[in-house]
């Protein structure tokens, strides 16, 4: 069985009057890609200051590899962490960069050389060691500190927002690209992001962090399909909360569902046929759609009160039938089994 890499008991850390991590319990396996995603001041960055050793727990401990390491000092933990900045050294080739920590350590100069042109390799920047920083693409840049992370091959390696600095579509790419190359080398990644796609994209599990507190760990399918409170329901995804009462036949025990955007059929209700079996059902009228290529959003004023998001593919569907819905009567259905419940009834 695999190990756990990292283990958080009891984790507690108040600045003065803020108590920015509450109480946290975290396992983290060997060879995991995992993600601490929440909100601004969440606490999730004083996690990760915390796992590296540049923060001193107010109470609780950090183990790594099943070894206590809440009193040692950063570098004597097999940890290294890639900052959203990058803090490459400007006046250095990205070589030079990438080697630096061997240098430190005084490893050869040989094999220093072919180590830092193995992690170069590794991020796909072969041929590109005698460049400056300045002369590299932010992709480029962020990869450069991959490389120089990766090169002294730490068990575990801490990641804070490291493609916040990226436009979209580079973060994108980045996305799978780091994910591949976590695959690749096997270390296990601790990710700390506010963007939820970008966590459901990489991540093995996710931990939903609010004040301080781990809301709800789990894969991005657990996350997603099944929330266990209306935050995470909310932060990940749209929430679209209802009660018994919002819906014409929410089945069971009273309380607050959710029910994701895509679950949701919109049909004109004047549509004939009857409705389905095992099927909640809702009418109301359409406040907006917005056409988006491949699918269409609609915003549905139900008459019980309350607002849905649906969202359907546009797979025979032209902008001008999208566009024929706005201000119309809708009917929405979707199987009872995508009614997951966030909290019971007060
Ligand atoms: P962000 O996504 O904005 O980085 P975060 O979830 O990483 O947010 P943290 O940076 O961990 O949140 O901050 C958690 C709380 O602790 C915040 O209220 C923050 O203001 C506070 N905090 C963090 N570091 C310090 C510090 N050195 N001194 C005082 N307060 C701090």
Known sequence: MEGNAIRLRSLRKVFGRTEAVAGVELAISDGEFFSMLGPSGSGKTTVLRLIAGFETPTSGTVELDGKDVTR???????????????ALFPHMSVEQNVAYGLKVQKVPKAERLRRAAEALESVRLSGFGKRRPSQLSGGQRQRVALARALVGRPRVLLLDEPLGALDLKLREQM?????????EVGITFVFVTHDQDEALTMSDRIAVFQDGRIEQTGTPAEIYERPASPFVAGFVGTSNLLTGETAEQVVGKPGTFSVRPE????????????????HTAAK???????????TTRFLVDLDAGGR???????????????????????????????????????
């Open 72 to 86: 040692l000092a950063p570098f004597e933990r097999d940890v290294h962490t890639v900052f959203q900045d990058y």
């Open 175 to 183: 996305q799978i690209e780091l994910k591949e190359l976590q695959r």
């Open 263 to 278: 679950k949701i059929r919109v049909l004109k209700e004047s549509a004939t046929g009857e409705d389905e079996p095992e």
């Open 284 to 294: 109301g009228s359409v406040a907006e759609v917005v056409y988006l290529g491949d």
């Open 308 to 346: 849905l998001t649906a969202v359907q593919q546009n797979l025979e569907t032209s902008s001008e039938d999208v566009a024929a819905f706005r201000g119309s009567r809708v009917r929405l259905q979707w199987h009872h089994r995508h009614n997951f419940r966030v909290e019971e009834a007060p």
